[in-house]
Nanobody, 126 residues
Framework: QLQLVESGGGLVQPGGSLRLSCAASGVTLDYYAIGWFRQAPGKEREGVSCISSSGGSTNYADSVKGRFTISRDNAKNTVYLQMNRLKPDDTAVYYC???????????????????WGQGTQVTVSS
């Protein structure tokens, strides 16, 4: 059974950086696409960034393009989200999710992912 655990969240000032990690156990991530999603209080969950099983294709929300970078280390069974130039609007609970899928990904929707972590809080505030 695939289990995902997020880490790396916390409190950071505007303009700062954080790196989130999503560690998997139970199965190898080699055959799984991975996504990062976030949900702020009172808002719907939104896709932040997704990456294909090989890492060859990625997808980003317009609001984070140029600031966030998704990457994966299949040898470590871990996916990362590097977040730079953070803004207060980035404050949310961040979740990673996985779905067994090979090949190119063209979108990043939560309904495409069946395995979810418990989330990690990111707060951007001065």
């Amino acid at each position: 059974q695939l289990q995902l655990v997020e880490s790396g969240g916390g409190l950071v000032q505007p303009g700062g950086s954080l790196r989130l990690s999503c560690a998997a156990s139970g199965v190898t991530l080699d055959y799984y696409a991975i996504g990062w999603f976030r949900q702020a209080p009172g808002k719907e969950r939104e896709g932040v960034s997704c990456i294909s099983s090989s890492g060859g294709s990625t997808n980003y929300a317009d609001s984070v393009k140029g600031r966030f970078t998704i990457s994966r280390d299949n040898a470590k069974n871990t996916v990362y989200l590097q977040m730079n130039r953070l803004k207060p609007d980035d404050t949310a609970v961040y979740y990673c999710a996985a779905e067994g899928r090979l090949g190119y990904i063209s979108s990043c929707h939560d309904y495409d992912y069946g395995y979810w972590g418990q989330g990690t809080q990111v707060t951007v505030s001065s």
